[in-house]
């Protein structure tokens, strides 16, 4: 059975930083490329950053500079660093692969206070 367990959220000031982290059971790490996924309420979820098993990385334009994805093959994890926070970061914070499959956790909540 695939699991998805994100953890690390919380609430900040705008300029801080968290550090969200994924874990993953499961056959799902195995496929090659996961990603960050965020929903903010009203808005569609969107890819925020995704890496591939052999650590090429991409970001959305919004966060680019900002945030820094990583994984651990061996530990099953992705972590993603956020620095320089902005309001308009806050959302629900998912991982999963890219292209996303239909096992989403439960996710995790940032909050960017101004």
């Known amino acids: 059975q695939v699991q998805l367990v994100e953890s690390g959220g919380g609430l900040v000031q705008a300029g801080g930083s968290l550090r969200l982290s994924c874990v993953a059971s499961g056959n799902i790490f195995s496929i090659n490329i996961m990603g960050w996924y965020r929903q903010s309420p009203g808005k569609q979820r969107e890819l925020v950053a995704r890496?591939?098993?052999?650590?090429?990385?991409n970001y959305a334009d919004s966060v680019k500079g900002r945030f820094t994805i990583s994984r651990d093959n061996a530990k099953n994890t992705v972590n993603l660093q956020m620095n320089s926070l902005k309001p308009e970061d806050t959302a629900v914070y998912y991982c999963?692969?890219?292209?996303?499959?239909?096992?989403w956790g439960q996710g995790t909540q940032v909050t960017v206070s101004s």
């Open positions: 999963n692969t890219f292209p996303a499959s239909t096992y």
């Open positions: 890496i591939s098993r052999a650590y090429t990385t």
